[in-house]
């Protein structure tokens, strides 16, 4: 993977406890109609108009034309929005969607949240798709508007994967040319299937593997779970498994996650059949999934004022400077005080939770070093927080590598 230069982050800041209200925001703006209307849209049970009039997309296999139409589609949704798309051919016909929202803090390290647009059966037969995997799209759309006007510290791309169904042809294409290219993606959540619950149990499966931070990843989702209260009985698959886009990350190197329906024990009877249709939808599961999924790629993110950056306030540190900067290990960070302080230094993940208290007391006016042990974390992003007597705080990030 790509080295990382040093990241050095200055920020007047909270310390993030308990929920978070830009991320409970986030949540509670998830809008499960506009979803099932998207989700209607795609499987062709309402039609579009691409330019041309209105159309049906009753089918988005590979092989079928409306695969093409639902890439028009899915790019007329993105440009509607505001943002600019890329297109990213792989074979003949075969075209990932790819949106880019950059980061303020750190542009070049990116975080992904994704589905596949392509569907089955093949052949004549209609392809609607609904839950496999419409219900995903049409998640990552609904994050798309709700994101849009929201400033993250990483920088976030949101991809749509065609012919998934035919090995995660588009996925892995886009993966390994990533790694190839050494560039850094901090994680990635896969949607694929998450509108189905035959049996109203409200289970659902994240798979993770040790790959990566992937199991860091997953951390975060239960994390999500439980903090924002998401009435979801998730189970963790470790190993996970490798039939869709996440896996392609795995190869390449990258954490990443699968979240979806209890694909095995609960499975959808529709699954890649002409009937795959949003009438078999659990809505209020749906929309559960989809705000636990949405809410998890907000945390990896990183929402961020950007009109609380400083690089010096009176009576505060000149600089914080931590080094190395990622490590597997520890890393030292350098405070260069202005003057006198009483201090507190706190560890905290990505939550925004306490893991340890570094350092309570008195600094003098100068530098003076701080290690940070993280050996016994697992991979992911913590804070440093430097609290002064007076409540301000400032902030910098370490990222922790396996």
């Known amino acids: 993977m790509k080295t990382f230069i040093l990241s050095i982050v200055l920020l007047f800041a909270s310390v993030v406890s308990g929920q978070d209200p830009v991320i409970q925001g986030i949540i509670d703006a998830v809008d499960i109609e506009a979803m099932i209307q998207s989700v209607e849209e795609m499987s062709g049970e309402v039609s579009v108009d691409l330019g041309s009039g209105p159309v049906l997309i009753t089918s988005r296999h590979r ?14 949704r993105f440009v509607d929005m505001g943002y600019t798309t890329e297109e990213q051919p792989f074979t003949a016909t075969g075209r990932n969607i790819l949106v880019t929202k950059e980061g303020l803090l750190y542009p070049d390290e990116i975080v992904i949240l994704c589905a596949h647009y392509d569907a089955m059966p093949a052949g004549m037969f209609a392809a609607p798709a609904a839950d496999d995997d ?33 090995g995660k042809v588009g996925s892995n294409h886009y993966a390994q040319a ?8 901090r994680g990635v ?6 509108a189905y619950d035959g049996n109203g149990d409200t289970k659902a499966r994240v798979h993770v593997r040790p790959v990566a931070n992937s199991m860091a990843i997953g ?20 190993p996970g498994a490798i039939y869709s886009d996440h896996a392609s990350f795995w190869t390449a190197g990258y954490g990443a996650v699968l979240i979806i329906e209890e694909f095995g024990a609960d499975g959808n009877p529709q699954y890649h059949t002409p009937n ?9 599961y749906f929309e559960k999934l989809a705000k636990l999924s949405i809410g998890t790629f907000a945390t990896l993110a990183v929402p961020f004022d950007p009109t609380a950056s400083i690089h010096s306030i009176s009576g505060m540190a000149n600089a914080l400077y931590l080094y190395p900067n990622p490590t597997s290990d520890q890393a030292v ?11 507190a230094v706190h560890l905290l993940n990505a939550l925004g939770q306490e893991l340890d208290l570094l350092y309570q007391g008195p600094l003098t006016q100068g530098k003076r070093a701080f290690n940070i042990p993280l050996a016994t974390y697992p ?19 370490v990222v922790r590598t396996p």
């Open 189 to 194: 959540v896969n949607m694929d299937a998450i």
């Open 276 to 284: 795959d249709r949003v009438e078999y939808f659990d809505v209020p």
């Open 379 to 397: 991979p992911g992003t913590y804070s440093v927080v430097l609290t002064y007597s007076d409540g301000r705080q400032q902030v910098a990030r």
């Open 63 to 76: 092989d079928n034309a409306g695969n093409a139409l639902a890439q028009q589609y899915y790019e007329q």
């Open 219 to 238: 951390d975060t989702v239960f994390a999500v779970l439980d903090r924002y209260n998401i009435d979801i009985d998730l189970l963790l698959t470790n």
């Open 333 to 343: 960070m350098w405070v260069e005080l202005e003057s006198d302080s009483q201090v």
């Open 134 to 166: 419409g219900s995903g799209c049409a998640a990552v759309l609904e994050a798309a508007r709700i994101l849009r006007d929201i400033p993250f510290a990483y920088t976030i791309v949101f991809a749509l994967w065609d012919e998934e169904e035919q």
């Open 178 to 185: 990533m790694a190839a290219d050494d560039e850094v993606i």
